[in-house]
T-cell receptor, first 111, second 113 residues
Framework: GDSVTQMEGPVTLSEEAFLTINCTYT??????LFWYVQYPGEGLQLLLK?????DKGSNKGFEATYRKETTSFHLEKGSVQVSDSAVYFC??????????FGAGTRLFVKA | DGGITQSPKYLFRKEGQNVTLSCEQN?????MYWYRQDPGQGLRLIYY???????QKGDIAEGYSVSREKKESFPLTVTSAQKNPTAFYLC????????????FGEGSRLTVL
């Protein structure tokens, strides 16, 4: 079945450092791919999405490119802030009505 | 403001008791979902509903029940048959089923004493 694998955390960075959180997926067909963010004690919020190969999703300085050849959708940000500390989830939606989530990667950003 | 409201935010129950978690949305979305989140794990789908009076089991439906009598409401009952109910429960909705664009509530944390 469909699945999402993302790098284990926690990831600890200093403010203004470059961020990469790796995400790879297994799916039949052509899924849509997503990054969600969860701040402490809250629900998830959609951060960005891409619906077809080579699409780049972007929002709030975060970017991710849908790479079909490597089945990847890595999240990047050029300069993180303390306020970016959260848990980040990679997800996909295939042909059905289910959205499959990765295990989440916790990010800590130090001032 | 439009959104999804879950209540209660925190809930304690004794073993053997049923408990119902509320989820209300005023986004006029057709689809609604219940997920369970455990530490270090991703979200796992319990139940989902694409339309009023219809719902389907997700990956971990055993020990849970739902109803969808109104478009705005999708309550989840955690029954005594659920062997490990302590978890964080998240309700979500989507304007179009299957698009993957989910809007989440703030969650309900259930602790079984």
């Amino acid at each position: 079945g469909d699945s999402v694998t993302q790098m284990e955390g926690p990831v600890t960075l200093s403010e203004e450092a470059f961020l990469t959180i790796n995400c790879t997926y297994t799916a039949t067909g052509y899924p849509s791919l997503f990054w969600y963010v969860q701040y402490p004690g809250e629900g998830l919020q959609l951060l960005l999405k891409a619906t077809k190969a080579d699409d780049k999703g972007s929002n709030k300085g975060f970017e991710a490119t849908y790479r079909k050849e490597t089945t990847s959708f890595h999240l990047e940000k050029g300069s993180v802030q303390v306020s970016d500390s959260a848990v980040y989830f990679c997800a996909l939606t295939g042909g059905g009505f289910k959205t499959i989530f990765g295990a989440g990667t916790r990010l800590f950003v130090k001032a | 403001d439009g959104g999804i409201t879950q209540s209660p935010k925190y809930l304690f129950r004794k073993e053997g008791q049923n408990v119902t978690l509320s989820c209300e949305q005023n986004l006029n979305h057709d689809a609604m979902y219940w997920y369970r989140q455990d530490p270090g794990q991703g979200l796992r789908l319990i139940y989902y509903s694409q339309i009023v009076n219809d719902f389907q089991k997700g990956d971990i439906a055993e020990g849970y029940s739902v109803s969808r009598e109104k478009k705005e409401s999708f309550p989840l009952t955690v029954t005594s048959a659920q062997k490990n109910p302590t978890a964080f429960y998240l309700c979500a909705s989507s304007p179009t089923p299957g698009t993957g664009e989910l809007f989440f509530g703030e969650g309900s944390r259930l602790t079984v004493l």
